[in-house]
């Protein structure tokens, strides 16, 4: 059976791909669900390893929430970047950059939504504990341990 074909050198954040970053407006998708968009001004080579990737430092940041079909600029101005946070990094198209398909709107709208949401799925999340428990299964807030 034949390997996969080895991925192009430019799928990795290596410190030349960096380079070319610099000075560009990029989106930055963190773990934990947060995109920020900001001007990458440095990052730190010396963490630039397999396991790891490179702390970066943006500047005109903003961090944008989308929820449902609209969204929220929240400014951040200079944000660092822990590099093991990093899910995704990328060169925003300025020419693209007005054609985003959400509707912008004032920031408390997009948090009482985000809050709707949050709060139905806590409450769907008790009634699936609820049915599993009646199934005689434990969760893990029920479990006791030792």
């Not at 050198?9 to 410190?15: D, E, K, N, V, Y």
């Not at 990737?53 to 943006?58: H, I, K, M, P, T």
């Not at 004032?106 to 949050?118: A, G, I, N, Y």
């Amino acid at each position: 059976m034949d390997a996969p074909p080895p991925l192009p050198p430019q799928m990795f954040t290596t410190s030349a791909q960096l380079l070319d970053l610099t000075d560009k407006k990029l989106l930055v998708s963190l773990r934990d669900g947060r995109k920020f968009i900001g001007v990458l001004r440095t990052w730190d080579q010396s963490s630039l390893t397999s396991a790891t990737a490179a702390n970066l430092v943006l500047q005109n940041t903003i961090e944008r929430i989308i929820v449902d079909d609209m969204y929220c600029d929240i400014k951040r101005g200079v944000f660092i970047v822990r590099g093991e946070n990093v899910l995704l990094l990328g060169e925003i198209d300025l020419d693209k950059e007005d054609f985003f398909p959400y509707r912008l709107v004032p920031h408390k709208e997009v948090f009482t939504r985000q809050l709707e949401l949050q709060q139905e799925k806590k409450r769907k999340e008790k009634i699936h504990k609820k049915k599993l428990l009646q199934l005689g299964f434990e969760t893990e807030t029920e479990f006791t341990g030792l």
